[in-house]
């Protein structure tokens, strides 16, 4: 890793860079919650990460629907490696210290379109943080990308993710090569 | 050590409890076929399998599972992936499909250089895993080694085996299109999978624009109409988890109810074949050493025939294990070639690209193969200087939801976005033939050994400067293709894999003309011990690029035949 970037990305996402001096807090001010680790506590707010990265739109239920928290939480648990958990963590205790920053107030507290703007945002973080890191073999992740990977693949791995968004049948029967497809129609789930 | 093994304790009444007419090591592919055809000639038969029993149809505990129901929705946790790194680079290991592969420290082996040995101890072998491409090998491959001087020449010709490829593809149900291609025979096939729209285009253009590029639906052992009892095929695209419809080719759904029909077959599941018991007076095998591996348990069992079928590399360790005044380093190893001249394929250059078209088409269903363009190198009138032999290629064209723009937009935009379908992309894997070399090896640990008192494998093999020199050609012709039919956003598919990961482990036990130079012979009959036959993958004197599995079936087959008939004018 290119020591340069790794640097950059201690400071973006080192939890102490954000601290705001305690004397300024007020009662009415949005403490930044400061985890360590996860706990069935965050599903509300993992679950509004993912709601806000897939919505509820028209027919089809969101990515809270499909109970992405608690998903987020059991495939950081099991299925990443140490460093991808503290990008995780890390990155939800960055996320707080983003709303108390802006909004002096929880992501929860957000209103929709805030939720939204605050991720875009630090989508865009992530984006330039990837591009930073070109050419390199082993790239590291942004928080984002963890959160959004996982909302994807935790929505469309759902029975309400593959049912409803997309097209999911378990025995095909039959295999047809070439059907005709209309713009926006949807596709198999598997 | 050598005289111990020689004098066994044979109790004579255990010794009549535990005598058949034929003992198969191993049910997997090769084994469930020596068990079918053994017993069909009426021999009462033991087949021998160190793993568990698993039933076709009751044991698929996944097979009807839905992607919710998996805690991990299929992805294996880190801890699974951590202690066992050679396993886990199985692209078919998943939460799915875990039970059916042996974890990397229930079988530990020696890697003098980076082997991954992918398993599966089970009844049924690795056939409930495989993913069941079956083309036929040509004389091209059968007289390479003869013609270039490398390794031996097989003992036999593509005539030799094509009445028995014929025999085995009846049975086993393999869908696929007559392609009248010489590199890859047609066979007696089902009817053939449909290639969807954008590998249609590509055939035709690639036929355009070149004289040696034939697109053709992989030739499958899926069954595409109802066929002895079993399928058709449903096209879910889950076989290795098992197949609820026995729509595939597997010794569960096949061939070991073939063999219990009989009324001739026993089974015996948790019995590691430990090595052959060597017979000085009759100079032939006596039977098989087994460890039972709940009791730990010593025991003998005798035969006049032993087909030895535990997949390439075990087959060799006990061969290898097998040793006795006559044969003090290895079994039927006079030739000193035992062990020797491990192969497997090479598939570490493949290309893929985007295509603009066909957005008004897609298809339905999971069709559980793909496309394969046949060996186009070194062929006909194509000759290259950098390499000898050449190489397949796995296609396949397919439209997934999204677009690249899914990377960098959030709500509603992503959830419409990755609700629709994207652009269809093709790509191209090649699957490169391996020369034999001698010094590709595998040997007995010096000093360790397993639960069941074997001796660990040793393992030494490594790609050489003919096989690299391929991957460059796979992957810039395989651009060129992708240009020439004007696809976009064209890469090379970023591949590193191992020797051993392609799971075509072939070699070890070579057959050959002369017992000089060669485990086996013309018959897989092993020079110096007649009635032992070894007709896995251990067999192959070179290895071709086609998938070698249906060459494995068709060579027991014709060796049971054979075995059956000296047997019967009493020569063995
Ligand atoms: C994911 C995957 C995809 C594949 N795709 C293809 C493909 O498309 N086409 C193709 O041709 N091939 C394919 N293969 C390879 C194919 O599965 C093997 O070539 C084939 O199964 C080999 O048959 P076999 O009888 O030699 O061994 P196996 O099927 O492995 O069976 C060997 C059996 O012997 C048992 N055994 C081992 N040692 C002993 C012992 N000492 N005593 C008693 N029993 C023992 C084992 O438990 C096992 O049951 C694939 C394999 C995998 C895993
Ligand atoms: S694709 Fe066919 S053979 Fe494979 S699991 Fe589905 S129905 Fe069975």
């Known amino acids: ?190 | 050590m050598n005289s111990s093994k020689d004098s066994i304790n044979i109790n004579t009444k255990g010794a009549k409890e535990n005598t058949y007419d034929a003992i198969v090591i191993g049910s997997g592919i090769s084994g469930g076929w020596a068990a079918k055809e053994l017993c069909e000639k009426g021999l009462k038969t033991l087949v021998l399998e160190r793993g568990r029993m698993v039933e076709h149809l009751k044991d698929y505990p996944t097979a009807n599972m839905h992607p919710w129901e998996f805690q991990h929705r299929g992805t294996l946790p880190q801890k699974i992936t951590e202690e066992n790194p050679v396993i886990s680079r199985c692209y078919a290991y998943s939460e799915a499909t875990e039970h059916f592969f042996v974890k990397d420290k229930e079988h530990p082996y020696e890697q003098t250089k980076p082997f991954d040995w992918i398993k599966g101890y089970q009844v049924g072998g690795k056939s409930l895993m495989w993913a069941r491409w079956t083309q036929r090998w040509s004389d091209l491959d059968f007289e390479a080694n003869g013609k270039e001087g490398i390794g031996v020449d097989w003992p036999i010709r593509y005539k030799d085996i094509a009445p028995w490829y014929s025999y085995v593809e009846k049975f086993a149900g393999i869908s696929g299109n007559k392609d009248g291609l010489p590199q890859i025979p047609d066979g007696e096939f089902l009817p053939p999978m449909e290639m969807n729209c954008l590998e249609k285009h590509v055939k035709e253009v690639l036929a355009k624009k070149y004289d040696d590029r034939h697109l053709v639906i992989s030739r499958t052992a899926n069954l595409t109409a109802r066929h002895h009892g079993r399928g058709p095929c449903q096209y879910r695209s889950l076989c290795n988890r098992g197949c609820p419809f026995g729509g595939y080719f597997s010794s569960n759904s096949a061939t070991l109810p073939a063999a219990e029909k009989t009324g001739n077959y026993t089974i015996r599941p948790f019995s590691v074949v430990h090595s052959i018991i060597y017979d000085e007076k009759t100079q032939k095998a006596l039977g098989v050493r087994v460890i039972d591996t709940n009791t730990k348990e010593s025991r003998a069992y005798f035969a006049k025939i032993i087909f030895v079928n535990a997949s390439t590399m075990n087959s060799t360790l006990l061969l290898l294990n097998s040793t006795s005044s006559r044969f003090p380093n290895g079994f039927g190893n006079d030739s000193g070639e035992l062990g020797h001249n491990l192969m497997d394929h090479n598939y570490n250059g493949g290309v893929r690209g985007e295509f603009e078209g066909f957005m008004d088409k897609y298809y339905s269903g999971r069709r559980p193969t793909g496309t394969y363009m046949p060996r186009f190198r070194n062929f006909g009138k194509d000759k290259q200087t950098s390499f000898k032999r050449g190489y397949a290629y796995a296609c396949g064209g397919s439209r997934n939801a999204g677009t690249d723009l899914s990377k960098t937009i959030i709500g509603n935009d992503l959830k419409d976005n990755l609700t629709a379908l994207g652009p269809w992309k093709f790509s191209l894997n090649g699957m490169g033939e391996c020369l034999p070399y001698h010094e590709n090896k595998v040997t007995l640990s010096k000093n360790k050994t397993d639960d069941w008192d074997m001796p660990l494998l040793n393992i030494d093999a490594e790609f050489k400067e003919n096989e690299l020199s391929m991957v460059e050609d796979m992957i810039n012709s395989g651009i060129d293709m992708l240009e020439q039919a004007n696809f976009k956003n064209i890469e090379v598919i970023p591949k590193n894999r191992n020797f051993g990961l392609n799971i075509h482990e072939m070699g070890t036990a070579r057959m050959g003309k002369d017992p000089k130079t060669s485990v086996l012979n013309s018959h897989n009959q092993v020079w110096g011990a007649k009635n032992v036959f070894v007709t896995d993958g251990a067999c192959m004197t070179s290895s071709a690029c086609q998938n070698p599995s249906l060459t494995y079936m068709a060579l027991t087959a014709r060796a049971v035949d054979y075995a059956v008939n000296e047997l019967k004018k009493r020569n063995l």
Request: aromatic letters at 10%; proline letters at 5%; one cysteine or more.
């Open chain 1, 1 to 190: 890793m290119k020591r340069n970037v790794f640097l950059k990305r201690v400071s973006l996402l080192g939890s102490g860079t954000f601290l705001i001096p305690a004397g300024l807090l007020s009662s009415c001010t949005y403490t930044a919650k400061i985890r360590t680790g996860l706990t069935t506590n965050d599903i509300p707010l993992l679950d509004e990460i993912g709601e806000t990265i897939i919505p509820s739109t028209g027919g089809t239920l969101g990515a809270k629907a499909s109970n992405i928290g608690a998903y987020m939480i059991l495939m950081v648990a099991d299925c990443f490696k140490p460093e991808d958990q503290h990008i995780f963590v890390d990155g939800l205790n960055d996320l707080d210290q983003h709303c108390a920053v802006k909004y002096n107030r929880s992501f929860l507290d957000l209103k929709t379109t805030q939720k939204l703007e605050l991720l875009e945002q630090i989508q865009l973080e992530a984006i330039a943080f990837g591009t930073e890191q070109e050419g390199i073999e082993k790239l590291i992740p942004h928080y984002f990308d963890l959160f959004k990977s996982l909302t994807i693949s935790g929505y469309f791995t759902s029975e309400i993710g593959a049912t409803q968004a997309r097209n999911y049948l378990p025995v095909p029967g039959k295999f047809e090569a070439c059907i005709p497809y209309q713009e926006g129609g949807r596709p198999w789930a598997t």
